[in-house]
């Protein structure tokens, strides 16, 4: 016996170690609609676009449960324990509260003296309850911690019995015996009363231990009744219960008795990911980059240079602040400074005669270019200069030697397709070829120009003082002409 103890007691302390380990989460996911019924989608819609405060009811699963123990039968006798087993299906009504309707099967014996005829009696009872109970977990909602690992709950309900008794009179035979009715209407109705606790293995198994209590409105469940006693019999039960979680995860939750309400609240308040929250605006009023909390010059002029705390920056330490004055860097031992920051110390006299030749320098005109009009190179079909060319180039090579301080840009046209600009290119660096490698003409001179607006068969020759490219890689060297 004492073996058994102490398998229990190692029973329990794996069970308790187990449930220590077991994770606590949020038990869903808010957002998730797919656990949401069809009737609550409108509230879900409104939760999700702020339009509504409360998240809507998931749907969540329901428990089955298949429970054994011991029963009792407290009546005038004594009476030995005897056995107690039940099957029932939980479903949640809200976090706190669940029904749960049951069949149970309870068998009991006793026996004692029957004062109205002086014999010992002994009974045999055995009873069926069909009942429904209403179960308050009272430790589901807390404000300091995740999901329960345990549920304790309480237990009122309601159920009808039918019993049947066999009774042996001074040790004779067992014989079935009707007992009388005290109250026809009422004696096979009871009133439950009790207590539980559940402790969570997994999101889907869980054990339970319970101890209830049925009221009956019966005195005869023993086959006897003391002329001396007006208590009526009652039913005792206490076991354990195993516990399955039953439906679809994909569309259901665990029961509502295993998810704190308070998950969202809480996890929001940690966490924004709902909440529509305001943009933080913080004023600046003299837009400085400061904000006016922190600024210690709230009014400095727009554009001028301040310091991490919002004052105007004065970087020799004059006094003047950068923005007005006009000498920065002052040195201290010409302090103190005048009204624009600009300090006693003389001028050196290099500094006077610099400043004296730079006003009297004469800045140079910039060079202009006179060469007037230049010719243009007619081409027909492909980049090769024609004798006619040649002759209008050294022409022109002529009056651009003439004229050292133009530069001359040569011009190509054919912008309306890859094939177009390419052949512009290939004519505008023939002219420039020619011109350098044949005329003389410096290539620092030319400026290479090409796949313009105008005519595609024209390349111009234009005199300026712009700098430019005199070289420019080939925009499509595969779309190469042949000549």
Request: one cysteine or more.
């Given at each position: 016996m004492s073996s058994k103890k102490y398998l229990l007691v190692a029973a329990l302390i794996v069970l308790i170690q187990t449930v220590g380990m077991a994770q606590t989460d949020w038990g869903w996911d808010w957002k998730d609609s797919s656990k949401v019924p069809t009737k609550s989608l409108p509230q879900y819609n409104e939760f999700i676009n702020n339009q509504y405060p409360y998240p809507a009811k998931p749907r969540d699963q329901w428990e089955l449960s298949i429970g054994l123990g011991t029963a009792a039968l407290s009546n005038e006798w004594a009476n030995d324990f005897g056995l107690g087993a039940n099957i029932s299906l939980r479903k949640s009504l809200s976090h706190t509260f669940s029904v749960r309707p049951s069949f149970s099967y309870y068998t009991n014996s006793g026996g004692g003296l029957n004062l109205n005829t002086n014999v010992h009696n002994d009974y045999k009872n055995n009873s069926y309850h069909f009942g429904v109970d209403l179960l308050t977990s009272v430790n589901t909602i807390s404000h300091y911690r995740g999901n329960?690992?345990?549920?304790?709950?309480?237990?009122?309900?309601?159920?009808?019995?039918?019993?049947?008794?066999?009774?042996?009179?001074?040790?004779?035979?067992?014989?079935?015996?009707?007992?009388?009715?005290?109250?026809?209407?009422?004696?096979?109705?009871?009133?439950?009363?009790?207590?539980?606790?559940?402790?969570?293995?997994?999101?889907?198994?869980?054990?339970?231990?319970?101890?209830?209590?049925?009221?009956?409105?019966?005195?005869?469940?023993?086959?006897?009744?003391?002329?001396?006693?007006?208590?009526?019999?009652?039913?005792?039960?206490?076991?354990?219960?195993?516990?399955?979680?039953?439906?679809?995860?994909?569309?259901?939750?665990?029961?509502?008795?295993?998810?704190?309400?308070?998950?969202?609240?809480?996890?929001?308040?940690?966490?924004?990911?709902?909440?529509?929250?305001?943009?933080?605006?913080?004023?600046?009023?003299?837009?400085?980059?400061?904000?006016?909390?922190?600024?210690?010059?709230?009014?400095?002029?727009?554009?001028?240079?301040?310091?991490?705390?919002?004052?105007?920056?004065?970087?020799?330490?004059?006094?003047?602040?950068d923005y007005k004055d006009k000498e920065l860097l002052t040195p201290q031992k010409?302090?103190?400074?005048?009204?624009?920051?600009?300090?006693?110390?003389?001028?050196?006299?290099?500094?006077?005669?610099?400043?004296?030749?730079?006003?009297?320098?004469?800045?140079?005109?910039?060079?202009?270019?006179?060469?007037?009009?230049?010719p243009s190179i007619q081409f027909k079909g492909n980049a090769k200069l024609s004798k006619e060319n040649q002759m209008v180039l050294a022409t022109a090579a002529a009056k651009i030697n003439a004229n050292p301080n133009c530069k001359v840009k040569v011009i190509g046209y054919g912008a309306s397709s890859k094939s177009a600009q390419q052949l512009s290119w290939e004519r505008v660096n023939a002219v420039m070829k020619y011109l350098?490698?044949?005329?003389?003409?410096?290539?620092?001179?030319?400026?290479?120009?090409?796949?313009?607006?105008?005519?595609?068969?024209?390349?111009d020759l234009l005199g300026t003082t712009e700098d430019g490219p005199n070289t420019v890689p080939a925009p499509h060297p595969n779309l190469k002409t042949k000549n």
């Open positions: 329960p690992k345990t549920n304790f709950y309480l237990i009122t309900g309601i159920e009808y019995y039918t019993t049947t008794i066999t009774q042996s009179i001074a040790g004779g035979a067992y014989n079935s015996f009707t007992s009388p009715s005290k109250n026809s209407g009422l004696d096979h109705f009871g009133i439950n009363i009790g207590g539980g606790v559940a402790f969570k293995i997994s999101d889907a198994v869980n054990i339970g231990i319970e101890m209830k209590n049925t009221i009956t409105n019966n005195s005869y469940l023993n086959a006897y009744h003391s002329p001396f006693s007006v208590a009526n019999d009652a039913w005792w039960y206490g076991g354990l219960k195993l516990n399955f979680n039953l439906g679809n995860k994909s569309k259901r939750v665990q029961p509502l008795w295993w998810i704190n309400p308070n998950n969202f609240v809480y996890n929001e308040l940690n966490k924004p990911a709902h909440m529509k929250l305001p943009k933080v605006v913080l004023p600046d009023g003299d837009h400085d980059g400061v904000t006016d909390q922190f600024d210690l010059e709230p009014n400095t002029p727009a554009g001028a240079p301040v310091d991490s705390h919002g004052v105007s920056k004065d970087s020799d330490g004059d006094g003047v602040p010409c302090f103190p400074v005048n009204a624009d920051g600009i300090g006693t110390c003389p001028e050196p006299p290099c500094c006077k005669e610099i400043k004296d030749m730079v006003s009297n320098m004469k800045v140079a005109a910039p060079a202009e270019c006179t060469i007037g009009n230049l350098v490698e044949k005329q003389g003409i410096s290539e620092s001179r030319l400026v290479f120009n090409y796949g313009q607006d105008g005519d595609v068969n024209t390349v």
